[in-house]
């Protein structure tokens, strides 16, 4: 069986959770916590070849985080509406 990975989030995300609905809400936290035991599961396509950068998808939103696998902890680091997820701010 495969190490549990530790989930962390950056600060801004509990910002980025309460602008979203409680519907996908529930499907984010689902997907976020099954990514503990598959952080590189099934629809995770890698942003950033250098950092470990991932996204995946749920529903309109993209969770992206970063792996360290030397350490086992997966950081959230934005969870926002598919057309500005990919913007800096």
């Excluded at 990975?5 to 689902?30: A, G, M, P």
């Excluded at 916590?33 to 995770?44: D, E, F, N, V």
Aim: charged letters at 35%; aromatic letters at 8%; glycine letters at 4%.
């Amino acid at each position: 069986m495969a190490d549990k990975f530790q989930i962390e989030y950056r600060s801004s995300v509990v910002k980025d959770l309460k602008l979203i609905d409680n519907k996908y809400r529930r499907l984010i936290l689902d997907k976020i916590h099954r990514l503990s035991t598959a952080p590189i599961g099934k629809g995770s396509k890698k942003i950033d070849v250098r950092k470990n950068r991932y996204r995946i998808r749920v529903g309109i939103y993209r969770i992206i985080y970063q792996v360290n696998f030397l350490e086992h902890i997966i950081t959230i680091e934005v969870i926002r509406h598919r057309k500005d997820a990919y913007r800096r701010k």
